[in-house]
């Protein structure tokens, strides 16, 4: 018991011994920004942290680096739920405050329901996107709904536009015996490059199925 109590006693007195000091909040927030900037994969010039929610101050030994983990599944919009420590001392529950920056596309002007989009981009904050974002190479787009300039363009607000619209005169092509048999046809409805569309052979007054392969051509598994 001696011995227990003597081991004790004397790892106070070192502890004792560490000087310790109050962690800034600043310090503490400059932690926690370059946390979620490596979580998110961002630069962290995208990232800012006006509170951190430190409810009383941290004291830790000099010179401890500051530790920040959060919990599983923290999207960092908004506010982050982080725990905030060092080694030598606790680790405290933290709500902060977080904001991060991201480049994405949107309207460049207002358009209405049907209209084509013209892309720009804007730096925006991720929490204020709710949804996915288009990918710009994927254009170009009809907003399936009206949008406003500077709104973010996402995915279920706009549709590929048509590479050939409705009536359309196009080639119906098909391979058969190994020649390449063109019928003239016209487009029943808007198609985009690789969409299955219907196609009224002019020739022979049926409608047949195919793929719309350029804008002025059809391929289909036989002549129609």
């Given amino acids: 018991m001696r011995s227990v109590l003597g081991a004790a006693a004397a790892g106070a007195a070192l502890s004792a011994g560490v000087a310790r000091a109050e962690l800034p909040e600043r310090a503490v927030a400059e932690a926690v920004r370059a946390h979620v900037a490596e979580a998110l994969g961002v630069p962290l010039h995208d990232v800012e942290v006006p509170s951190v929610g430190l409810g009383r101050p941290l004291r830790c030994p000099e010179g401890a680096a500051i530790q920040v983990d959060a919990v599983p599944g923290e999207d960092y919009r908004g506010w982050a739920d982080l725990r905030v420590g060092a080694e030598g001392c606790e680790a405290l529950r933290v709500r902060a405050r977080v904001q991060v920056w991201r480049s994405v596309p949107v309207a460049a002007a207002d358009v209405g329901a049907g209209g084509l989009v013209r892309l720009s981009a804007r730096r925006v904050l991720i929490e204020d996107v709710h949804g996915l974002s288009v990918d710009p190479s994927g254009g170009p787009f009809v907003a399936v709904a009206p949008l406003r300039a500077g709104e973010p363009v996402l995915v279920g607000r706009v549709r590929v536009a048509p590479a050939a619209r409705s009536g359309a005169v196009v080639q119906i092509e098909a391979v058969v015996g190994g020649v390449v048999v063109r019928v003239p046809g016209k487009l029943l409805s808007d198609a985009a490059l690789g969409e299955r569309v ?24 036989s002549g129609g």
Avoid: F, M
């Avoid at 409608?207 to 719309?212: D, S």
């Fill in 198 to 221: 219907k196609v009224l052979n002019t020739v022979h007054g049926v409608v047949v199925e195919g793929t719309l392969s350029a804008p002025d051509r059809v391929r289909t598994a």
